[in-house]
């Protein structure tokens, strides 16, 4: 993993915070031409190996990375660059970039054994929430420590410092899986953020209680759960159950049938829909998956 410094001697290292209502509109006295030395500052750290050097296997995230910071040059000042195995990350502070890119590394490992190989991920470390609101659009960061979007994955700092170091590379492993698995045909949000979830935790040695906490309460104390799987209205309207309810479809799916069915299945999805994919996978339809997940569910969620 390389580290680099993003603003060289030349440019300026710092400036005032951005209007919390646009985080890209550079502050006043911050004129375009400072943006653009920053700009350029980025694009030469960004720049590959020499032409007599080896083809360089981070090529087109190189690019991309360079297209994002030209899309917000302003909130760049004073950012580092580091390139991992399979990611390129671009943000503040440094120990925090260095950081991801080390969790990018192993999570990126994780996705491979799981998916298979893939082209890997821009990661993008802006400084406040507002920011990462405008890098994620469309997609919404509110009550998330990263979305992944647009085939980059994007840090919302706050949220992220105050996750514990397992969970960290949960999140990062988490956004690679959804990076990697990006395909031409939506599927559906329970076996999207299931999956994400299944391949995040996977490695991550916490009980079924610990990782689906909010679900067994609601279940112990007879609150309305695993009447179905998730989607999007009960992501919107109770997320941590709804990604708990998900994660252990995608787990049981897992111990009935092999992960690599469960990853069959999620392929088979991409190119022919759910309801063909667990018929031609699986051998179920969605109500008999349903009735046998919510047996699953609540066994483990019985267990001490």
């Known amino acids: 993993m390389t580290v680099t410094s993003a603003v060289p001697g030349g440019v300026p290292g710092a400036r005032a915070e951005a209007d919390r209502r646009r985080p890209e509109v550079p502050p006043h006295g911050f004129r375009p031409r400072r943006i653009a030395a920053v700009a350029a500052a980025l ?175 609601d279940v112990a104390a007879g609150r309305p759960a695993l009447n179905g799987l998730p989607g999007p209205a009960d992501f919107a309207a109770r997320p941590a159950q709804a990604y708990e309810e998900a994660w252990l479809a995608c787990r049981y799916v897992a111990a009935r049938f092999g992960e690599r069915r469960l990853v069959a299945l999620y392929r088979a999805a991409l190119r022919e829909g759910i309801g063909a994919a667990l018929r031609e996978v699986l051998g179920l339809s969605a109500d008999g998956l349903t009735r046998e997940w919510r047996s699953y569910a609540r066994e483990q969620l019985a267990r001490s």
């Open 43 to 217: 694009a030469a750290l960004l720049a590959g190996p020499a032409a007599a050097a080896p083809p360089d296997p981070l090529l087109p995230l190189r690019l991309d990375a360079r297209a994002a910071v030209r899309e917000h040059p302003g909130m760049w000042t004073g950012a580092s660059v580091a390139r991992g195995e399979r990611a390129v990350v671009v943000g503040s502070p440094r120990p925090l970039v260095a950081e991801i890119a080390a969790l990018a590394d192993r999570a990126g490992r994780t996705v491979t054994r799981i998916w298979g190989g893939y082209g890997g991920a821009v990661v993008l470390v802006p400084r406040t929430e507002e920011q990462a609101a405008v890098l994620a659009e469309p997609a919404k960061v509110d009550g998330l420590a990263a979305v992944a979007t647009g085939g980059r994955v994007i840090v919302q700092p706050a949220a992220f410092a105050r996750l514990s170091a397992t969970g960290r590379l949960v999140v990062v492993t988490h956004e690679l899986t959804h990076v990697a698995t990006a395909g031409p045909r939506a599927v559906p949000m329970w076996l999207m953020e299931g999956f994400a979830d299944y391949v995040g935790y996977l490695d991550s040695g916490l009980p079924v209680r610990t990782v689906a906490a909010e679900l067994a309460a």
